[in-house]
Structures are given as structure tokens and as C-alpha cells.
Nanobody
Framework: QVQLVESGGGLVQAGGSLRLSCVASGITFSIYDANWYRQAPGKHREWVAGVTSGSITSYAVSVKGLFTISRDNAQRTVYLQMTSLKPENTAVYHC???????????????WGQGTQITVSS
């Protein structure tokens, strides 16, 4: 019922840019917070950036000033604009939609399948 579909990943050279998109269906997208996480091989999943339902953004220190998260509620999409990419940014990036929706007693937590970003030196 709920589906998050990421796109925009791929192979890029260091210093390049990529824009990830995550399109949500099956939920009232506008009332949920959205996040991007990433997981590199052999490492735990790391939070990268978030945007609230009120469009307040926040970032991990490692990407602040380099990545930009945004949302378009009309398109039911959350974006991650990544610039000045480095090999250490290589990871599988996952879209996350989280919130209580219309049920204040329940937290909903949805994840996309992930998209691979590989940055070559």
C-alpha cells in the first residue's frame, strides 16, 4: 500500500553532483516528516538529512553546506541535492517517511528500497 521509490543514484566522479528523488504513494505525504539515510558497506545506517512536514530542514554535520533536502508536497516527493561529492559519500541511500499521520498514538515509519551512490576519486 505504502511505497517509496528512490531514483537518481549512480556513479559520479569526486566533485560532482547528484539529485536523489523519492516519490511516495499510499500516504498523505504532506503530513509526514521525511529523511534520507545512508549505509556504506560494513557500517551502520547513518542519518543524513531531514525535512519536517513544516519544511524545516536539518543535516548531519558531515554533509551540512553540501547537501540540501527539500520536498514538494504536490509531487509527493522528497529530494536530496548532493554537491561536492567525495568517495566517502559512497553508500546506499534510503528515503524514510516518518510520522503519526492521522493517528497520534501510532508512529509510522516507511522506507524505500535504497539507491546506490558511488563516488570515484
Amino acid at each position: 500500500q505504502v511505497q517509496l521509490v528512490e531514483s537518481g543514484g549512480g556513479l559520479v566522479q569526486a566533485g560532482g553532483s547528484l539529485r536523489l528523488s523519492c516519490v511516495a504513494s499510499g500516504i498523505t505525504f504532506s503530513i509526514y516528516d521525511a529523511n534520507w539515510y545512508r549505509q556504506a558497506p560494513g557500517k551502520h545506517r547513518e542519518w543524513v538529512a531531514g525535512v519536517t512536514s513544516g519544511s524545516i530542514t536539518s543535516y548531519a554535520v558531515s554533509v551540512k553546506g553540501l547537501f540540501t533536502i527539500s520536498r514538494d508536497n504536490a509531487q509527493r516527493t522528497v529530494y536530496l541535492q548532493m554537491t561536492s561529492l567525495k568517495p566517502e559519500n559512497t553508500a546506499v541511500y534510503h528515503c524514510n517517511i516518518r510520522g503519526k499521520g492521522s493517528n497520534p498514538g501510532t508512529l509510522y515509519d516507511y522506507w524505500g528500497q535504497g539507491t546506490q551512490i558511488t563516488v570515484s576519486s
